[in-house]
Structures are given as C-alpha cells and as structure tokens.
C-alpha cells in the first residue's frame, strides 16, 4: 500500500510521482537548458523513462518520502525529491528539476526548503544533502538558501560526473559519522 504524502507551500502543490506524469517528465527533459547540467543538454528519451526512470521514480511508494511532482496554480512545474543519497545512503537527498519558465522565481527554493523543512520536522532526520555539477551556481544557490554548505566533490554513481556534495545538519541534532564528507 501506498504512503501518502502531500506537502503544499505558498505557491506550489506536491504529489507523488505516477505513470500520469510521463507525459510531463518527457517534456519537461526535451528542454536542452533544463539538460544541460545533467546530460550536456541531452533529451531523455520517452522509452528511457518507461523502462527505468519512471520506475525507479515510483519506488519509493511505500515510504515517507520519494518522488513528487510540483503543480503551480494546477500547472507542472517539475519535480523535487527526499531519496537516500547517492553520497551516503544512511542521508536522505533532496533533488529537484523545474521546467525553465519556473526559473528565477524562487520556486526551487521553496519547494526545497520545504523538503528540508519535512525532512527534519516529520521524519525526524538529523541531516539532508543534495549534489550538482559545480557550474551549476543557480543549483548551488538554492542548497545554500536552504542552509547547505559545501562538504565535498564525489564521482556521481550514475552520471560519468565529479559533482559538488552540499549538507545542511538539523539544528541541535549531531549528524551521522561520515555525512559531513563526500
């Protein structure tokens, strides 16, 4: 059975990713800019996500936390996420992906600290990381407007990329050996 888990902010509506939203991670890839940190400006390919990245989208189901696509006035504007870290699996990892014209609006940073905001508060975790291509400085931006501070640079599990590892601790609570390093 399904966890339910809806988070809203001021301006943004959260829901757990599904197979309705292929449609909408399609387009929202297609965006060379959207890209261009990620693949070099690649588009995913539909059956890509159909095969593997819807699926291991939807995993995490049955937890507090996964994927969730975000809804501006009941318009995506991209996804965010709370996974274990690829840096520290004990860690969970906040991530997110915004269509362009959602960009410099400061709605990234509101759905992230949102998550931040739910990583501590509701489920109790000591700390939360997130990773990006260290030339993305508006990626950057935003892990450092939710408290996040730059720990170290890891090679990325999935991508053929050294990214930049940023941690913010919960306040008053002592974070797990090791996830202040990556």
Same mark, same amino acid.
């Given at each position: 059975?399904?966890?339910?888990?809806?988070?809203?902010?001021?301006?943004?509506?959260?829901?757990?990713?599904?197979?309705?939203?292929?449609?909408?991670?399609?387009?929202?890839?297609?965006?060379?800019?959207?890209?261009?940190?990620?693949?070099?400006?690649?588009?995913?390919?539909?059956?890509?996500?159909?095969?593997?990245?819807?699926?291991?989208?939807?995993?995490?189901?049955? !937890?507090?936390?996964?994927?969730?696509?975000?809804?501006?006035?009941?318009?995506?504007?991209?996804?965010?996420?709370?996974?274990?870290?690829?840096?520290?699996?004990?860690?969970?990892?906040?991530?997110? !992906?915004?269509?362009?014209?959602?960009?410099?609006?400061?709605?990234?940073?509101?759905?992230?600290?949102?998550?931040?905001?739910?990583?501590?508060?509701?489920?109790?975790?000591?700390?939360?990381?997130?990773?990006?291509?260290?030339?993305?400085?508006?990626?950057?931006?935003?892990?450092?407007?939710?408290?996040?501070?730059?720990?170290? !640079?890891?090679?990325?599990?999935?991508?053929?990329?050294?990214?930049?590892?940023?941690?913010?601790?919960?306040?008053?609570?002592?974070?797990?050996?090791?996830?202040?390093?990556?």
């Amino acid at each position: 059975m399904a966890v339910a888990w809806q988070l809203k902010t001021a301006r943004m509506d959260f829901v757990r990713i599904s197979k309705t939203h292929l449609d909408d991670l399609v387009r929202l890839d297609s965006d060379p800019e959207v890209m261009r940190f990620i693949s070099g400006g690649e588009p995913t390919d539909r059956q890509d996500y159909i095969d593997d990245l819807l699926p291991r989208m939807m995993e995490f189901q049955h !937890r507090p936390y996964g994927f969730v696509a975000a809804y501006e006035r009941d318009e995506f504007v991209g996804w965010f996420h709370l996974r274990p870290s690829v840096a520290d699996p004990t860690v969970l990892e906040l991530g997110y !992906r915004l269509r362009r014209e959602a960009w410099g609006r400061g709605l990234a940073s509101e759905g992230a600290r949102a998550l931040v905001d739910y990583a501590f508060d509701v489920l109790d975790r000591t700390c939360v990381d997130a990773c990006t291509d260290p030339r993305n400085a508006a990626s950057i931006r935003v892990m450092e407007k939710c408290g996040m501070e730059h720990v170290g !640079r890891f090679m990325h599990p999935r991508v053929p990329l050294v990214v930049v590892r940023y941690l913010v601790k919960r306040p008053g609570r002592r974070a797990p050996d090791g996830a202040t390093r990556g």
